[in-house]
């Protein structure tokens, strides 16, 4: 596994992450296209900056979420990724093109799945009064946020924290989480059979966790 295809819809720190990672020789990977579905992204000027093919299509040219996601998952399967990482991607993705591409596509979400799915996250998690807070992970699959967790960071959410102070927090620990759980993909210490995902071999039953030292751990059992 090595080509990587990038989704992102915002301004592209966890994309940013990579391309700097491969820069630096950390990641075995290549970054074959990034695909957006606003023109504006700043993903997508970063994917320029560093040489990489940028893409975008406007869903208001599309008669239905399926034509739209249909006409860009055929540019995405023109660059021919084994990996397609959905990286602050805002936009639903229709079942068909999920289910076409089994265990090849992962989104970072900014919460510890199964909490807190969907927007506003950080909000949510300080109106439920959590004490741990975090990022995860997934397998894309048809349910919106809902594919088995991969690999989590946690976050402790602190006296004072408001939204904006917990996600700078978040998003830290992002950065991180995303570059690990790529490498692992990319070594192959991680690998999605279906929706199912293994670590060294073996099915993985809670998410790995990263640690203090930017490595995935395997939960304690
Ligand atoms: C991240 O918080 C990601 O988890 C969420 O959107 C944000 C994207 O940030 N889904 P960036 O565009 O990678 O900077």
Redesign the pocket.
């Known amino acids: 596994m090595r080509r990587i295809a990038v989704l ?1 819809s ?6 940013q992450v990579l391309v700097d990672a491969i820069a630096a020789g950390q990641l075995n990977g290549e970054i074959v296209g990034v695909f957006s579905d606003r023109s504006r992204a700043g ?1 997508l000027q970063r994917a320029r900056d560093a040489g990489i093919p940028a893409f975008s299509l406007r869903p208001r040219d599309f008669d239905s979420r399926q034509a739209f996601d249909d006409a860009l998952f055929s540019l995405v399967d023109s660059v021919q990724p084994d990996l397609i990482v959905c ?2 991607y805002m936009r639903l993705l229709n079942a068909n093109v999920v289910e076409a591409r089994p265990g090849r596509m992962i989104n ?3 919460s510890l799945l199964p909490d807190f799915k969907g927007l506003h996250t950080h909000q949510q998690a300080l109106d439920a009064g959590v004490g741990l807070h975090g ?1 995860s992970v997934h397998v894309v699959t048809a349910e919106l946020d809902g594919g088995p967790v991969v690999a989590q960071a946690r976050v402790a959410v602190e006296a004072g924290d408001d939204a904006a102070s917990l ?1 700078a927090r ?2 830290e620990r ?1 950065h991180p989480l995303l570059l690990a759980t790529v490498a692992g993909l990319l070594d192959g210490r991680i690998a999605i059979h279906g929706a199912h995902p293994c670590f060294e071999g073996e099915p993985l039953h809670a998410p790995l966790q990263l640690g203090a030292d930017n490595a995935l751990h395997a939960p304690s059992t």
């Open positions: 992102a915002g301004r592209g720190s966890n994309l993903a990286a602050g970072i979400h900014p990022a996600a978040v998003l992002e």
